[in-house]
């Protein structure tokens, strides 16, 4: 019997339906199921920063490749995703890290990346709430941030006038064998499947190295004009690679509605959704480390969500070794919704057997991670 669909892709956060989208448009049969709404995960709880990264060459080549289709995609998105091109500014408060930033300038300009080093006058004039004196900063021009559940709900919208189905409140229980079987015991046949249900993947694909690591958040009231790029420190690189330790790092970004956005916290190990006062207070105290006068702005909410972290802090994708009809596309830890469009891309090339942009096989599921990882 021909299975009903092409593709079933679970997951309707930022990275199912950015796969959802790439099928449809290549005019493959395209069902998504999700057990709760759109972006009710990892997305609806991100900042949205689309940005370059170069932790590592693959990091670098799927960020900078992503960050090229959102751009190209840029022209269609409508207002409400809130698209802006604000850029980063990578802060250095010391000569040491002034050293980072001129590391970075060389690498990012290298592979013709538009970056710019600021002194510590220039970085004053271009965020006046900094403290003074700072060490100086890497601008990068291309970064932008977006709102991401409305961005996945866009690309689903997309893919929904190619003819893909969207199954809302659909719990899938198992998937493999070219079926996805849902909890009411009804069952979605597919050529292939595409695993893109974010921490939860391990539940579907047993074996699955992601874990959730906790994040915090804290938005503001409206102050338009008061942070003009998304500021991140370069202390935040250390941050993000502890692989034990809580760890907080000063993290602002600055809304299309007036309001800043205010990160950011990593956590392995506390897995319940609560908001803890502790990491909220130790992230608002590295934000006033850099702009003092945040202590006095009024935030009005926080809240938490889960990165869906692998052990090599690349995502999986790819095919699932084992099972022809699985595809993964999964544990994007903090920088999913700036890859999740080459992920789709990757994906999408390697079930039609097309040749990919930039190498794969630093993303494939079935690579060989040290065992160091989460710890
Ligand atoms: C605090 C925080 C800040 C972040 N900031 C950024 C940022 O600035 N830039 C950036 O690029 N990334 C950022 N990220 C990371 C980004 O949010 C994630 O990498 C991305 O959202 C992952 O998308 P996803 O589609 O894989 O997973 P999710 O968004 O979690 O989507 C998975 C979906 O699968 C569904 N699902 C799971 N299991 C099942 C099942 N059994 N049956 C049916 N449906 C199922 C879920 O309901 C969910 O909707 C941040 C994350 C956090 C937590």
């Known amino acids: 019997m021909n299975p009903t669909y092409d593709v079933a892709v679970v997951g309707a956060g930022i990275v199912g339906a950015a796969c959802a989208l790439e099928f449809s ?60 091109r604000c850029g980063t500014i990578w802060v250095a408060t010391d000569a040491d890290e002034l050293a980072e930033v001129h590391r970075k300038y060389t690498y990012y300009q290298d592979r013709a990346v538009d970056v710019e080093i600021l002194d510590s006058q220039l970085l ?41 189905e969207l199954h809302l409140g659909k719990p899938v229980i198992a998937l493999g064998q070219g079926n996805a079987r849902l909890s009411d015991g009804s069952i979605f046949q597919a050529k292939y499947l595409i695993n893109a249900a974010g921490q939860h993947a391990p539940k579907l694909s047993p074996g699955i190295a992601i874990k959730p690591r906790k994040g ?55 897995e319940e959704a609560r908001t803890e006062p502790h990491m909220i207070s130790q992230m608002l105290a590295r934000a006033a480390e850099y702009i003092p006068g945040v202590q006095s702005l009024s935030a009005t909410r926080v809240w938490t969500g889960f990165r869906p972290a692998t052990p090599d802090k690349l995502p999986l994708i790819g095919p699932w070794p084992g099972d022809p009809s699985v595809y993964i596309a ?46």
């Not at 004039?125 to 601008?139: D, I, K, N, S, V």
């Not at 692989?243 to 602002?252: H, K």
């Open 216 to 270: 915090h958040l804290v938005i503001t009231d409206r102050y338009p004009g008061y942070v003009r790029h998304q500021l991140v420190e370069l202390g935040y690189l250390k941050s993000a690679h502890k692989l034990t330790a809580d760890s907080v790092a000063f993290n602002i970004q600055p809304r299309k509605t007036g309001q800043l956005l205010i990160g950011s916290s990593r956590q392995y190990g506390s």
């Open 124 to 164: 004053h004039h271009a965020e006046p709430h900094l403290r003074t004196p700072l060490a100086g900063g890497l601008l990068v021009h291309g970064d932008c941030v977006l709102y991401p559940p409305r961005a996945a709900g866009f690309l689903l919208e997309l893919a929904r006038r190619n003819g893909a």
């Open 330 to 375: 999964a544990g994007h830890e903090g920088l999913g919704i700036t890859t999740s469009l080459a992920t789709a891309k990757i994906v999408a090339g390697q079930i039609l057997g097309r040749r990919s942009a930039i190498p794969i096989e630093p993303y494939l599921p079935s690579r060989k991670v040290a065992e160091h990882s989460h710890a």
């Open 25 to 84: 448009r290549e005019g493959l049969r395209v069902a998504v199921l999700d057990k709760g709404p759109i972006g009710s995960g990892a997305t609806g709880a991100s900042m949205g920063h689309i940005v370059v990264m170069d932790d590592s060459e693959a990091q670098f080549a799927l960020t900078r490749y992503s960050q090229i289709l959102w751009e190209e995609l840029q022209p269609d998105l409508p207002p409400d995703v809130e698209y802006e």
